[in-house]
């Protein structure tokens, strides 16, 4: 059990650049999440999967934000356009069918990204 | 919907002194409550959970928490802190009925210990 991973942990674009981050969960977790985590804040829920299909997106979400996980493994955030204020942390986490009964979540170490 | 309040923003302590972090929250629903850390740089790490059953309950690195229905409140404590406990730290919840899908999250305290 490797844990959560995530590529790149740090990303650094200009504003309007597009942006892509992996994210590979516990080896079969079926739930996967995405969250973002701005300076002196907690995380504030993204969005989630249940295996291949995204049950539940916040309103966070706009629509310059896209996110996938076509097999139902690891899963891709895009961010279209950056703006300013996507600067923050992005933390994905993943659960399985016992862990997420228990509404338990295993996080990985975050993608830093700064949009100058 | 359900919301978390951490009382505190930043607690400085000594080493060996004991602390006690706070967390209220409100639902008006059955909750399942939880305390992470987050040390620099790294992801969040669940320190201790209570899904129901005996109130206080013991987690890693000697930390315990404390589940109290009436006064809606899940605070943290630790008898002895060390140097190495200095970190952010997060209470969360989610609905009971709907375990599995996203965690609510207080902004954080950060404990600051000092020798």
């Known amino acids: 059990d490797t844990g959560v991973s995530q590529d790149p942990r740090h990303k650094i674009t200009k504003r309007g650049q597009n942006v892509t981050f992996r994210c590979d969960p516990i080896?079969?977790?079926?739930?996967l999440y995405w969250y973002r985590q701005t300076l002196g804040q907690g995380p504030e829920f993204l969005t989630y999967f249940q295996n291949e299909a995204q049950l539940e997106k916040s309103r966070l979400l706009s629509d310059r934000f896209s996110a996938e996980r076509p097999k139902g493994s690891f899963s891709t955030l895009e961010i279209q356009r950056t703006e300013q204020g996507d600067s923050a942390m992005y933390l994905c986490?993943?659960?399985?069918?016992?862990?997420?009964?228990?509404?338990?979540?295993?996080f990985g170490p975050g993608t830093r990204l700064t949009v100058t | 919907a359900q919301s978390v309040t951490q009382l505190d923003s930043q607690v400085p302590v000594f080493e060996e002194a004991p602390v006690e972090l706070r967390c209220n929250y409100s639902?008006?629903?059955?909750?399942?409550l939880f305390w992470y850390v987050q040390y620099p740089n790294q992801g969040l790490q669940l320190l201790l959970k209570?899904?129901?059953?005996?109130?206080l309950v013991k987690g890693i690195n000697g930390f315990e928490a404390e589940f109290n229905k009436s006064q809606t409140s899940f605070h943290l404590r630790k008898p002895s802190v060390h140097i190495s406990d200095t970190a952010e730290y997060f209470c969360?919840?989610?609905?009971?009925?709907?375990?599995?899908?996203?965690?609510?999250f207080g902004k954080g305290t950060t404990l600051s210990v000092s020798s």
């Open positions: 986490a993943s659960s399985s069918r016992v862990s997420g009964s228990r509404g338990e979540q295993y």
């Open positions: 080896s079969e977790h079926n739930r």
């Open positions: 209570y899904l129901s059953g005996s109130t």
């Open positions: 639902s008006s629903v059955s909750v399942y």
């Open positions: 969360a919840v989610t609905p009971a009925n709907q375990a599995g899908t996203a965690l609510i």
